[in-house]
């Protein structure tokens, strides 16, 4: 062998020979903790399907920024996989066998109370079915209090708080309204506006027996292109307030609506600081619209400033303009289930989930074990025109922002739960 073919042989089994730690030690990169969305994309609904993605996608970037979730075999990234429900249960049910087919076993929806508990259902038959492949289902915004209550599952935990609490929050300020005679109470046809409204009844009856119902009616869930004859209607009876849950398009062109009817009353709503409902409205709601949510962007604290310009720098357009704490709240609690669980199985982050406490840029809540019921403040706020006392922020570019009036604490807000959970062995 001559010199320079010895050399050559030499350095190519020096190479390789240092090749081979690498080798032995390169890992594929870490599977990724995936989380299904199942949420209506397009339909009449497809905006509220849209600012979910954004807010749920902006928490998760947010945890896989900081290393993603550390689990018994490493790190893990989450990743947050869309399906379409169309705003349909059977659509729905077919996205959940799809997500978990495809590996995922942590299950998020909000925008259908009756979607929600088709789920809870499905869910519930699936896990006792195949254990190998149980998933949990986190409820980010539907809220109809059954859900909690009589149909409580130990699978699934919502992260809003549910229509009763809210009602009871808005009633804090209906309460105060000593000038408020009557009420025309109006909602979608289905099970989360139907507990609405009997739940407003109840609460007025209790708290306001001297506030008249004037009107009491449902109409279909997002079938309805023209609320005109409605509006009429409302004004017609004399109404100095409507109450409604309605949300989405559903409430957008109702409040349309009532501007051109010339009605002047209140709105008393779940739903009204944002997916358009300000701008519709314009200068007829200031004063005169009155929201309830788990947090406002006006929440006067630098904490939660902070929180609401960092979402804007991320989504900078108007129409982008409407973020939910919950979700970050959710997504937080998740990964902190995950991290102590050290696993995805479902039983161990479920049982991790049930006793979570967290806290986010001043806002904080804890899971109740009983129920499955997160457990947070609520504020109440009046809509205004941008710059006015306490409105430093608008909502989607409209000029239009909402002013809190009123905190209720988490222990105000609290309401006992007839859930009689059913917990795996």
């Known amino acids: 062998m001559s010199v320079r073919h010895h050399r050559r042989h030499v350095l190519k089994s020096l190479a390789a020979a240092l090749s081979l730690p690498v080798l032995a030690h390169a890992q594929a990169p870490a599977a990724p903790v995936k989380i299904a969305m199942i949420e209506a994309l397009s339909g009449a609904f497809a905006n509220t399907g849209e600012s979910v993605f954004r807010n749920l996608a902006w928490a998760v970037e947010r945890v896989n920024q900081r290393g993603g979730v550390r689990l018994a075999g490493g790190a893990r990234p989450l990743v947050l996989v869309r399906h379409d429900s169309k705003g349909q249960t059977e659509e729905a049910l077919s996205a959940l066998r799809a997500a978990i087919d495809d590996g995922a076993r942590i299950v998020v929806q909000g925008n259908s109370s009756a979607v929600a508990a088709a789920l809870i259902e499905a869910i519930d038959k699936h896990n006792e079915r195949e254990p190998q492949r149980r998933v949990i289902f986190l409820n980010y915004s539907a809220v109809d209090p059954i859900l909690t209550n009589e149909k409580c599952s130990f699978w699934h935990f919502r992260f809003d708080a549910h229509a009763d609490m809210r009602m009871a929050a808005l009633m804090q300020v209906i309460k105060a309204d000593q000038a408020l005679e009557s009420v025309y109470l109006f909602g979608q046809d289905y099970s989360f506006g139907q507990a609405v409204l009997r739940e407003a ?65 209140k709105f008393y709503t779940f739903y009204g600081n944002a997916l358009g409902a300000p701008a519709a409205i314009g200068d007829a709601g200031i004063g005169r619209v009155v929201a309830v949510a788990d947090w406002l962007p006006n929440v006067p604290t630098a904490e939660s400033e902070a929180f609401y310009q960092s979402f804007r720098q991320r989504f900078p357009r108007p129409q982008d303009d409407y973020v939910h704490m919950r979700m970050q709240l959710l997504v937080e609690a998740l990964a902190q289930a995950l991290d102590k669980a050290g696993t995805t199985e479902a039983v161990a982050v479920a049982r991790q989930l049930e006793n979570v406490r967290v806290a986010f840029h001043g806002q904080e809540g804890r899971m109740r074990a009983a129920d499955h019921q997160f457990q947070q403040p609520l504020v109440v706020g009046v809509m205004d025109r941008q710059g006015a006392p306490g409105v430093k922020f608008d909502v989607e570019g409209s000029g239009y922002g909402f002013r809190v009036i009123r905190r209720i604490e988490a222990s105000q807000a609290e309401m006992a739960s007839s859930c009689r959970m059913i917990r795996p062995d």
């Open 201 to 265: 009844r109840r609460q007025l009856g209790a708290q306001r027996p001297d506030v008249r119902i004037v009107g009491d009616e449902l109409h279909p869930l997002g079938r309805v292109k023209d609320f005109a004859p409605y509006a009429a209607k409302i004004r017609a009876s004399g109404a100095q307030a409507v109450i409604t849950g309605n949300w989405g398009n559903d409430l957008t062109l109702l409040v349309k609506a009532a501007r051109d009817a010339g009605y002047e009353g």
